[in-house]
């Protein structure tokens, strides 16, 4: 029996508040208080009706629901003088909590002042509404039709439903606009020139020659005329997605004295750089010089990130500045929204600015930068001028003096105040400027100029206008509010908001997109994320979008099956792969492509048995890039000097790196660096090679401030080499400098303590320390061995991890050093005193 009764007064108002509960509701409302008055609760209802002065109670709530106002009118002038309180918010005269969710075990506080009273309130805690899939289902009892994954809000008799992608109309029985059939499939998007136009509904703003594609929700506007760029073709400047592109766009010093390399697209003066939200940093492309990421001479106009958050870094790697400016012509170069990290130079760790150049900072951090002077800034010249616009410090240092900011001419000044268009907002003043000089302003940091950040939301009508932006399937919101970005979307999902399957998936989204066979194509920008993969060379494609592969015939190799795999079985092919210098008395006459692989049979290859580059160089290569290596990485491929030639000469990679695998230096002689000789600005890694019994001759002071190296001679600042899992054993500088490394005129040279692809897996073992000259630490210079380390006379042929793996020696070899992975030393067996002399 459910018995529904409301006792009233003459007035028609109950007196005291005493509605008979809900029906279905078990639990009810509690109350407690100083000074009740009369304020009363009756099941799930509470109320104070026809209120009191002074009245202070307290109802708490037994079971959760959705609060119902019955009747609501409180007291208030310009701000409340007696209100109700529902989860931290106060509420009175006539805007009740309507709708407001409450936990079971939620307080609710009642207070009236000792003034004016008004009618009061009564209010129930109901069930909210479901869904249902009948027809029928009006809501009136809280059941409420509302089918293709709409859901149901709201109270009983005003239920709602909230409708997903795709589906519209109060039960979403219905297509929303831009989708039609009978799934309510996605219609191609339509162009249009107004900007509010999303895509969500299939008309998609897209100006300025841009090409409409796509279909709703999944909108493109592509192949913008030259000059423009942006998701709708509507911003004007360059943009750039990496360190090369932004090189080439900003960095025009083309002084050779000063720089390596120079742009070779430099915007005109006066435009903007667009930055691409991401990492820029030269390990992954061009840069201007080993001390700067970027060297600007004269240029003015604008570098910004797209986002004014900050999301755009130039990461120096703790070997290189941000950004040198000399000079701007008299012009303003302003540098918005950047992040300046881990730079690290003589002056200015993240930019130097000097030679009357005219420069803006706004909203840019400098983040762990160090130098000499000026950890994060140093301005230098007296017709230098400088302005920071909301700019923050962390973590910066100088050797000598302004962790922050070192001048030493011109004019710096930290504004306490933000730049258009935020200028209306007060910054939040962070930690003191340390600095050297002086400088004008307010010396702090100062953070949060721009607007507010976006919040995820997974109600599909949140378009970011008021920082709520509607963003599925594990995508990450970012940006600010009106300006809102969903990204990183779950693979398999992709649109403005992941809601949508992306080119190369196919399905029912939102919640179903599964990948597409991958197709073979001969794009090399094509990488398998939309379902394209260049494959070529007779590549077999297989997998699906994301994980496309190419499996390659004999010949070929590469991810992409895009290099050639050069058999190398003599010393004369080896050194016709390989040896292309034409500065040495011979050259390989069939040169593998720089990029290319060549692979050496197991063996000894020497000069006695082929060609070499000359009578004092086995192989010799000039901008020469790619991988030489064994067959086997057991390093059993042997390039033995024979105690008259230095086994290899590397002049320069040509910007790109060069590989040597499992390769023996073996009986190399040269004046420096019998075993290898590396210079020219090369990259070189040394993976898995073993150094035996090479040696440096030369004593005299030839090679600038010394010389040695009797395995390894590492000359030029911007050479680079990186040594993995390689061993060196009985070699000898007749210097006495360096009988393994000697390092001149500071090349970078890092001893790796992991192990190498694929044996990243295994711990290294720390074998004998290295005899070194001039590296800069010697804490890793020692042998790492990632197998099993044998004793002398047994050796681990498959770099195995277990004593097991250890074998003898064949008859007729010896391997005379501990972790050996091949018997190199041939044993000669005398029985008389001739032969032993001979011997």
């Known amino acids: ?69 019955i009747l609501f009118d409180i007291h208030a002038t310009w701000y409340c003088l007696d209100w109700l309180t529902v989860g931290g918010t106060k509420y009175c005269r006539t805007s009740g909590p309507q709708g407001v969710t409450v936990s079971a075990g939620e307080e609710i506080m009642w207070e009236s002042d000792d003034f004016y009273t008004k009618d009061g309130f009564e209010i129930c805690v109901v069930d909210p509404c479901v869904a249902s899939n009948s027809p029928s289902a009006d809501g009136s009892d809280g059941n409420f039709y509302c089918v293709n994954g709409g859901i149901a809000g709201g109270l009983p008799g005003s239920c709602t439903c909230t409708c997903p992608t795709r589906f519209d109309g109060l039960n979403c029985a219905t297509c929303a606009a831009g989708y039609s059939g009978e799934d309510c499939s996605a219609e191609p998007c339509q162009a249009t020139s107004s900007p509010t136009d999303n895509g969500s509904d299939g008309s998609f703003y897209c100006i300025n020659g841009g090409e409409g594609g796509g279909t709703t929700g999944s909108c493109t506007c592509t192949n913008c005329n030259t000059g423009f760029w942006g998701s709708s073709c509507q911003l004007t400047g360059h943009h750039v997605y990496h360190i090369t592109d932004l090189f080439n766009t900003v960095s025009n010093m083309a002084d050779t004295w000063q720089v390596t390399h120079t742009g070779n697209s430099i915007m005109p003066l006066g435009d903007t750089t667009v930055l691409d939200v991401g990492e820029y940093k030269c390990s992954e492309g061009l840069c201007a010089n080993p001390t700067s990421i970027l060297y600007t001479k004269d240029l003015f106009g604008a570098m910004k990130c797209v986002d004014d958050n900050g999301s755009c870094l130039l990461d120096g790697e703790n070997t290189r500045r941000g950004m040198k400016v000399e000079g701007t012509d008299e012009q303003l170069l302003s540098i918005r929204a950047i992040i300046f990290k881990d730079g690290s130079s003589d002056k200015g760790g993240g930019v130097w600015i000097w030679y009357n150049a005219i420069v803006d900072l706004s909203l840019c951090d400098f983040s762990d930068c160090k130098a000499t002077g000026g950890g994060a800034i140093f301005v230098a010249s007296s017709g230098t001028i400088v302005n920071l616009f909301g700019t923050s410090f962390t973590g910066n240092s100088a050797t ?30 962070g930690s003191a400027l340390d600095t050297h000089g002086t400088i004008e302003g307010s010396l702090f940091s100062f953070t949060d100029c721009y607007d507010d950040p976006c919040v995820a939301s997974n109600s599909p009508s949140d378009d970011g206008s008021d920082g709520n ?69 007779g590549g077999d494609i297989g997998g699906a979008t994301g994980n496309c592969t190419c499996t390659c015939e004999s010949e070929n190799w590469g991810k992409n099956c895009q290099k050639t795999n050069h058999q190398i079985d003599s010393m004369t092919s080896l050194f016709n792969k390989v040896s292309n210098s034409n500065l040495l008395e011979n050259t390989g006459k069939n040169i593998m492509q720089s990029g290319d692989n060549a692979t050496m049979v ?41 105690n008259a030639r230095q086994v290899m000469n590397v002049d320069g990679t040509g910007d ?40 440096a001759t030369t004593i005299a002071h030839f090679y600038g401030d010394g010389a040695g190296g009797g395995a390894m001679f590492v000359q030029g600042s911007e050479t680079s080499v990186d040594i993995y899992m390689t061993r060196f054993s009985g070699n000898l500088a007749d210097s006495g400098e360096g009988d ?31 005899d070194t000259s001039n590296l800069l630490t010697t804490s890793s210079a020692y042998n790492y061995y990632c197998h099993y380390v044998c004793p002398p006379g047994q050796y681990n042929p498959t770099l195995g991890s277990t004593s097991s793996s250890c074998s003898s020696c064949p008859a007729g070899k010896h391997s005379y050093f501990e972790g050996s992975t091949a018997c190199l030393q041939n044993v000669h067996s005398v029985d008389s005193m001739t032969e032993l002399f001979n011997k």
């Open 469 to 537: 932006f509607y963003c599925a399937n594990g995508g990450v919101v970012s940006g600010v509010v009106r300006y809102c970005t969903c990204t990183s979307c779950d693979t398999g999902f992709g649109g403005p908001h992941c809601d949508s399957c992306p080119i190369g998936y196919s399905g029912t989204p939102p919640d179903d997109c599964t990948p597409d066979h991958c197709q073979a194509t001969s794009t090399s920008t094509d990488d398998g994320s939309n379902g394209n993969f260049y494959c070529v060379n």
């Open 602 to 642: 197991v063996g000894d290859f020497k000069c006695t048995d082929g060609t070499c580059a000359s009578s004092e160089i086995m192989l010799g290569t000039l901008d020469l890039a790619g991988e030489v290596k064994c067959s086997e990485d057991s390093a059993q491929c042997v390039l033995n000097g024979e």
């Open 1 to 69: 029996l459910s018995l529904f009764a409301t006792l009233t007064n003459a007035a028609g108002r109950n007196d005291g508040g005493i509605s008979i509960g809900k029906e279905g509701r078990k639990l009810g409302v509690t109350l407690s208080g100083s000074n009740i008055g009369k304020c009363a609760v009756n099941g799930t209802c509470f109320s104070s009706l026809d209120y009191q002065n002074d009245e202070r109670c307290t109802f708490t709530v037994s079971e959760g629901g959705l609060l119902d106002v």
């Open 740 to 770: 393994d490394i000697f390092r001149a005129g500071d090349p970078t040279i890092t001893i790796h303590q992991t192990c190498h692809s694929p044996y990243t897996s295994a711990e290294a073992t720390q074998g004998d320390a290295l």
């Open 400 to 429: 000598g003096l302004g962790d922050d900011v070192h001048m030493d001419g011109g004019t710096i000044t930290v504004h306490n105040t933000c730049p258009s268009p935020f200028s209306s907002k007060p910054p939040n003043q």
């Open 656 to 695: 790109n790196k060069l590989s040597l695998r499992a390769i023996t230096f073996k009986n190399g002689l040269y004046g420096a660096g019998g075993g290898i000789q590396i210079f020219g600005g090369a990259i070189v890694d040394i993976v898995l090679c073993v150094f035996s019994q090479c040696r």
